[in-house]
């Protein structure tokens, strides 16, 4: 009996420790998803939420690509997609890099850049939805011709996580600092006719498995901009697109 009550502890023992064993793996395994977590908000990068598409609304901005999902900046055979928010600090990296690179490109021709403004990061601000206004004021600028000029001026300006954002009047004044000076422009912002498609084109990102920010993607396939050379891996992917 003494031998089968020693016996039956040691196997009680051995479950114990197999059941530590365990707790220990899932705990680490926790912790690294966590801090994986915690580095993607620290970068400015958070998932979408993934909200089927419903039809286009009604009113949408001037230069629109022709599946009205971002603004068509360029045309050409080899079509760019570049999804950004505009609190987004590595989206405001990406801009900065991608700048020279880009206009290279266009100046050779043959390359269709659309620009797809989303609102992941809405919850980041207080009140929430800076995301959403932002990229509202920005397609009222691409009623003026002047999308890209508008977002450089608001990456320029972006605002820190977890505050107000850029005021409507400060929307309105990143315009002339775009070279707007059209009365409409204003109109537009105060009357934010573009919030419907703003949470359309959020939507068809998500459901085209876009869920961080920035996300950049030449013929449907992703480009990774996070390295050192943003500018070179873009240039490499066109010219190998081209091919």
């Known amino acids: 009996m003494t031998g089968t009550r020693t016996m039956d502890a040691e ?23 966590v801090v994986a977590a915690a580095a993607l908000v620290g970068a400015g990068l958070v998932r979408a939420n993934n909200t089927a598409p419903g039809k286009a609304p009604s009113r949408v901005p001037a230069g629109l690509a022709a599946d009205k999902s971002g603004v068509a900046a360029s045309t050409g055979a080899v079509r760019v997609d570049v999804y950004l928010d505009y609190l987004c600090p590595e989206c405001r990296r990406t801009e900065r890099a991608l700048t020279a690179a880009l206009d290279g490109l ?62 409507e009047t400060q929307l309105i004044a990143a315009g002339r600092d775009a070279g707007i000076t059209g009365a409409s422009f204003a109109r537009c912002v105060e ?53």
């Open 191 to 243: 009357d934010a006719p573009y919030l419907p498609w703003v949470r359309y084109v959020s939507d068809i990102a998500a459901s085209r498995k876009v869920a961080l920010t920035p996300t950049v993607m030449v013929e449907g396939r992703r480009v990774d901009v996070t390295g050192s050379d943003p500018g070179g891996a873009l240039t490499r992917a066109v010219t190998e697109a081209r091919r």
């Open 11 to 33: 196997v009680r023992e051995m479950v114990h420790q197999r059941h530590r064993r365990r707790r220990t793996v899932i705990v680490s395994l926790v912790a690294v998803l």
């Open 106 to 167: 266009r100046s050779h021709g043959g390359v269709g850049v659309v620009y797809h403004p989303v609102a992941f990061l809405d919850d980041r601000s207080a009140p929430a939805g800076y995301s959403t206004r932002a990229a509202s004021a920005a397609v009222c600028a691409a009623d003026a011709g002047r999308f890209e000029q508008y977002s450089t001026v608001l990456f320029s300006k972006q605002p820190a996580e977890q505050g107000p954002g850029l005021s």
